[in-house]
């Protein structure tokens, strides 16, 4: 499996938990922050991002790339999330 970095920027709400609910399907994900998740897949980027653009409004945006091989940041949501991440950035 791929880890993949999605950002995403929406006009509402409503549309940002679609994203959100949409990013939940994958058996293992990690939000960032409320704009950048990070999912585990077999699918390639442009899929994913056809997933999201599927249920994007007018004038919304997502952008997905391949995970590297160096990652940082500071102040994850929790302990959970930070072992994710380093698990799998």
């Known amino acids: ?11 509402s709400e409503d549309s940002r938990n679609r994203v959100r609910e949409a ?6 994900y990690c939000p960032i922050h409320n704009y950048c998740w990070a999912v585990r897949t077999e ?4 899929e994913i ?3 999201i653009k599927g249920i ?6 997502v952008f ?10 500071f102040n994850s949501y929790s302990e959970k999330n930070n072992k994710w991440l380093k698990e799998n950035l």
């Open 1 to 11: 499996m791929t880890c993949y970095i999605v950002t995403f920027q929406t006009n």
């Open 23 to 28: 990013l939940k399907e994958y058996s293992s």
């Open 43 to 46: 699918e390639k980027a442009k």
């Open 49 to 51: 991002r056809d997933k």
């Open 56 to 61: 994007l409004e007018t004038g919304e945006r």
């Open 64 to 73: 997905v790339i391949r995970s590297g091989t160096e990652a940082a940041w």
